[in-house]
């Protein structure tokens, strides 16, 4: 049969999702130059211009003959491959039609059938690139641009496979896209969480925001950040400091706020020195013993007339109260140390240098304007790109800070969209190590970040305001953010629980493809998803500049001349962080 029709290789059987090859004469059949491996593209012919096609899953040896004449040996192959599409008049659809019977030809694929894959089959106006295919370093992998980034984006390998540099190139090849050849930024806006100061290298000109100069004031919290920054989740008494904080504070706002409505959750205006003068004076104020309502200050008795009216009083100033007499005063209702804790985590958290992003003087004074534009690369400088560096924060206050920023982010893309009815001004926002503060976890001081990432996740989408979630354990991301991913960059997976998990949530049945996860070299990822037309394994392009993300290298350091240690000079910085 080979030697009537002159076919090197022929499809021999076909199976859901599957196409058995047998190769005559692989040496004849494959193009000079291709380097046939698993994931190599083939394409499998009729005779009415249909072509169908598939990529390689495996290779076995089927026959091996030695030949007494040449004293060659001859083996003959089988190729088990999958069908990823049609090619019909000379455009490529995903899915489509079986194989029919005969048994049809195969060769591999041509460079113009893999440029009409990745390349003809998006328009031009939506391509986007930032890859090449593995196997073809000729080819650059075209997604929907569109499609790629206003719908959530996820990046996930283990330490060393490329993750910050896959980061990098696709953000530096972001701001470099112009519909036209106007002069200046285009039009993307892009927020970096930065958790291990990576980024700064890769954007010379990015809006940079770290610990020096970050600003982000208290009274934008809301109620579950508040709680989680001043309430010990430890503490027997926490329901009850969550009711009186919730208490004070709206009581305090509605002082500051008095032609509006406002709630414990209200971004609204208020004084955190005051709400702290108030629980001071709460845990050491006495009463009369027959009366609580008549207050034993030490300037003499007053009488409230209600909650409200003593709270007020209270935000003055930190009273001094007449001491507890037998029979005669009695001390008030928080003198039994049930807010003691309570209070001196407050204070500690006022006095402590490293919150006054939070808490100083440019926190207080800052406009609500100021603080959007901050995040939005619409400041002094103005940047296609904000990178928000988390290494400085303090742990304990971690996820609060990328609660407050992502929620006020959404927040504002959701009230844009109300008020002129379209999204002009998308954005997307970056989680660098994502499994640090959106974890798959119920404990509350993940509470606020992961309420506010899921909700963004959730519904973000509609408002203009979408993610990228970067991760070197994906297993341990909350399943709610991960799964409404619809494009995945799968980099180099070394445990086995991560590649399961991103094997079930990937939205393909990819065969074989998927166990290519442990394998990858640094650089390689396999791309799939809604924005792309097949799934590919590709290599991403170089960024230039690239981030700070490469190993130290141990032996070439440890084979220098002995160095001194500059311990001072990294204490004075240590001491002023």
């Known amino acids: 049969m080979k030697e009537e029709s002159n076919i090197n290789a022929e499809v021999i059987a076909v199976i859901p999702n599957k196409v058995k090859i047998m190769v005559y004469d692989i040496a004849a059949w494959k193009i000079a130059e291709d380097n046939l491996k698993v994931g190599s593209y083939l394409e499998i012919k009729d005779n009415n211009d249909f072509i169908v096609v598939a990529t390689i899953d495996n290779f076995l040896i089927d026959k091996v003959e030695f030949d007494d ?161 001043f309430l010990d989740t430890g503490d027997n008494n926490n329901y009850n400091q969550s009711s009186l904080l919730r208490s004070v504070i709206t009581i305090n706002k509605q002082k500051y706020n008095e032609n509006q409505k406002v709630s414990f959750d209200s971004p609204s205006n208020f004084s955190i020195r005051e709400v702290y003068n108030c629980l001071r004076n709460l845990r050491s104020e006495t009463t009369d013993n027959n009366n609580d309502d008549i207050i034993k200050y030490k300037d003499g008795d007053i009488t409230h007339a209600n909650t409200g009216e003593k709270y007020n009083k209270y935000f003055e100033a930190e009273f001094e109260f007449t001491p507890r007499r037998q029979n005669s005063i009695k001390r008030g209702i928080y003198g039994d140390g049930s807010i003691d804790k309570f209070v001196n985590r407050l204070k500690n958290k006022l006095q402590d240098s490293r919150l006054d992003f939070l808490f100083g003087d440019s926190a207080k004074n800052i406009s609500f304007k100021e603080v959007l534009e901050q995040f939005t690369g619409y400041g002094k400088n103005k940047s296609n790109t904000t990178i928000i560096d988390l290494s400085g924060v303090p742990f304990e206050v971690l996820n609060i800070t990328v609660s407050l920023i992502s929620r006020l982010l959404f927040d504002y893309s959701y009230y844009y969209k109300k008020k002129y009815k379209e999204c002009k001004i998308p954005l997307l926002l970056v989680f660098e190590e994502a499994h640090k503060y959106v974890p798959k976890s119920d404990l509350a001081k993940y509470k606020a970040s992961r309420n506010s990432i899921e909700r963004i996740a959730k519904e973000g989408r509609k408002y203009g305001i979408t993610l990228a979630i970067v991760s070197q354990r994906p297993s341990e991301i909350s399943e709610t953010i991960f799964s409404q991913c619809n494009t995945f960059i799968a980099m180099r997976l070394t445990n086995p629980e991560d590649q399961n998990y991103v094997k079930r949530l990937l939205p393909d049945t990819l065969g074989e493809l998927t166990t290519t996860l442990s394998t990858l070299s640094a650089g390689e990822a396999l791309l799939i998803g809604e924005s792309t037309v097949i799934p590919s394994i590709i290599k991403i392009d170089r960024c230039n500049p690239e981030p700070l993300s490469n190993d130290v290298c141990y032996f070439n350091e440890w084979s220098e001349k002995w160095r001194d240690a500059l311990f001072q000079e990294v204490i004075n910085l240590w001491e002023k962080s």
């Open 69 to 229: 004449e040449t004293n060659d040996i001859k083996r003959r192959f089988i190729i088990e491959a999958t069908p990823l599409g049609n090619i019909i008049e000379n455009k490529f659809t995903r899915g489509g039609d079986t194989l029919s019977i005969p048994p049809k030809s195969v060769d591999i694929a041509s460079a113009d059938t893999i440029k009409k894959i990745y390349e003809d089959s998006i328009s031009k106006n939506e391509r986007f690139s930032f890859a090449k295919l593995s196997n073809n370093k000729n080819t650059n992998v075209y997604v929907n641009g569109n499609k790629f980034f206003n719908k959530h984006l996820a990046i996930v390998g283990s330490s060393g496979s490329g993750k910050s540099h896959t980061v990098a190139k696709i953000f530096q090849s972001v701001t470099e896209i112009k519909k036209t050849e106007y002069s200046g930024l285009n039009n993307s806006h892009v927020i970096i969480f930065d958790i291990h100061s990576e980024y700064a290298n890769a954007f010379p000109n990015a809006n940079l925001i770290n610990i020096e100069n970050l600003i982000l004031p208290f009274w934008l919290l809301n109620g579950d950040e508040l709680e989680e920054l």
